[in-house]
């Protein structure tokens, strides 16, 4: 696929629509069932990672504007908490249908935004398609329970929506963290404000005009940009019954503190640093596979990547092998054939990478391999970083301390698993962990003592699939219900218990009954 085909595949709402004043395409906000021009006078630019290219530019939606969102979710939902679960089910049916069907033109505007290639932005929408499937079983989650409490008393629950909910995204997965939130949040019959990445927007745009084409009703979905003032609107609305984030720590424990104080409830998954053990008796093949595709793949901007190795004993030989495997690694725009990584989204991310590289050499860590200033033939301005494994890495080092979030493995050697596990788990994050070894006795260790949530045993990215749910722990996790499965239905719903009566007259029914009930 080259860039013009590209352009062509771009939704509406974001294509090259000239304003007034510029020549620049803008992505609109989704506002009522309208794809509608900001009148902002504050733009964000999105930059094409690979090329510098300017692709678009996003609106920083003006208080009157998010005003308009959320009374348009408000007025939405009086109907759509009314329609029946049957025909929510059939709208996530037709979801489903809708965003595989346009799974290539979703992936090509991941790539043309944010940079990874697209076969892997394929993958990104894939996943975010699993949770419309889940989605589409919405009959049984919301089944609930009942007990014949006493003579002719029932009591049973019933779960309903909470009313208008938000979601606010990260940039490294443009399709599939969106989808984690609204159509969850919609099955279980809310409506949505939604703010995608002001970095890559664009397939979120897509995915609204998607609902808008299955006839999705008015107002049920609305699409809002912009940074900080956005962010602070949807987590102090009191409209706004509950708030959905993904991201940073930084941002991400600001909203969890401001849905407090305005009585949200908050999900917030946040950063990390995830490691592999491994064992003297792995499968050294698959682990060193599994750890090179881990650790670089999507140029390691992935909440899951495995970004730090702990090699138990002798297994320290083999970092030379994870590096010659590293080597092979076509860097490269994300949409040219053979690609395995793409550019790093922006010259900043790109740069602090870069500086938390050097202050590992600094600390006196041994590069292995170094991939600063790769050169990408037909890219010169991209924000590429080449695979970089750093050695010798102490816990101390500002390299471990942060999370890097780019193509850069930080190897560590140990003599034991107990001191592997006591890495692992003094590590203040907690989203995931792998191990690799051939013992069951082994793996059997690792998972009762790792305190990480989510946990691979010879596999390197567990992310759950959505019968599941998505459960990182400790500090890159706030709240307590998950991201999609269950916890994601109990996140967008409340109970209401009954208590029922239903018996013919009779006598005790003359007299006032002042004790506490106890339905014996
Ligand atoms: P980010 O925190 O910069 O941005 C996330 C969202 O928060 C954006 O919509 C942004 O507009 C908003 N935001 C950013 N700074 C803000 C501030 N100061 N005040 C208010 N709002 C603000 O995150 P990112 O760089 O887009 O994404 C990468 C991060 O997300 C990484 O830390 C990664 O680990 C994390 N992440 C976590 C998971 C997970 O499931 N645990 C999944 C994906 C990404």
New binding site residues.
């Given amino acids: 696929l080259r860039l013009s085909t590209i352009a062509k595949a771009r939704a509406p709402s974001t294509m090259l629509k000239r304003t007034m004043s510029s020549n620049v395409p803008t992505t609109k906000l989704f506002i009522n069932g309208e794809f509608v021009e900001s009148q902002t006078t504050e733009w964000i630019d999105v930059h094409n990672p690979a090329t510098q290219e300017l692709v678009t530019r996003v609106p920083k939606a003006t208080p009157q504007e998010l005003q308009e969102a959320a009374a348009s979710a408000q007025s939405a939902f009086k109907e759509w908490r009314r329609t029946s679960v049957l025909t929510r089910q059939r709208k996530m049916l037709d979801l489903q249908h809708a965003v595989r069907h346009n799974m290539d033109k979703l992936a090509a505007s991941i790539v043309t935004e944010q940079g990874k290639v697209f076969s892997d932005a394929q993958g990104d929408v894939l996943r975010g398609l699993q949770v419309v499937e889940n989605m589409t079983g919405i009959t049984d989650h919301l089944l609930g329970t009942k007990l014949e409490v006493s003579r002719d008393m029932d009591t049973y629950t019933v779960r309903e929506p909470l009313g208008v909910v938000a979601g ?6 443009p399709a599939m ?1 969106p989808l984690w939130m609204f159509p969850v949040a919609m099955a279980t019959g809310n409506t949505v404000l939604l ?1 995608p ?3 890559d927007p664009g397939a979120t745009m897509i995915l609204a005009k998607l609902c808008e084409e299955i006839g999705i009703p008015k107002g049920v979905l609305n699409i809002v940009h912009g ?2 003032d956005t ?1 602070n609107f949807l987590t102090s609305d009191e409209r706004i019954k509950a708030v959905s ?8 424990r ?2 969890y503190e401001r849905c407090a104080a305005h009585n949200k409830r908050c999900q917030a ?4 640093k995830n490691h592999a053990i491994i064992m003297p008796d792995a499968n050294k093949e698959h682990a060193l596979n599994a750890i090179s595709g881990a650790a670089f793949g999507a140029a390691g901007q992935r ?1 899951m990547a495995l970004s730090v190795a702990v090699f138990v004993g002798e297994t320290a030989e083999w970092i030379p092998e994870i590096a010659e495997r590293a080597k092979q690694l076509s860097i490269n725009g994300g949409f040219e054939k053979g690609a395995d990584l793409g550019p790093m989204i922006t010259p900043a991310a790109l740069q602090r990478a870069e500086g938390l590289i050097q202050s590992a050499a600094d600390e006196g860590a041994t590069l292995v391999l170094d991939g600063r200033g790769v050169k990408v033939a037909g890219y010169p301005k991209g924000n590429f970083l080449g695979p970089t494994i750093i050695d010798n890495t102490k816990t101390s080092m500002a390299s471990y301390q942060q ?1 890097i ?1 780019g193509p850069v493995l930080s190897c560590i050697r140990v003599d034991t698993m107990d001191e592997a596990l006591e890495i692992v788990n003094s590590n203040r994050y907690g ?1 995931g962990g792998s191990i690799f070894t051939r013992s069951g006795a082994t793996a059997r260790k690792f998972q009762s003592e790792v305190e990480v949530g989510q946990i691979g045993i010879n596999v390197p990215i567990p992310v759950p699939l959505p019968m599941f749910s ?1 459960t ?1 722990n400790k500090a ?1 996790f706030l709240g307590d219900t998950n991201f999609y499965g269950k916890s994601g239905v109990n996140f967008f719903t409340q109970y209401k218990t009954i208590t029922s009566l239903w018996r013919k007259e009779d006598a005790d029914d003359r007299r006032s009954a002042v004790h506490m009930p106890t339905l014996h």
């Fill in positions: 606010i995204c990260p940039f490294n997965f963290i703010k990445s002001e970095r940074a900080h962010v984030f993904v991201g940073g720590d930084n941002a991400g600001y909203i998954n946040l950063g990390a909440c999370e979030f989203n998505f990182g890159s």
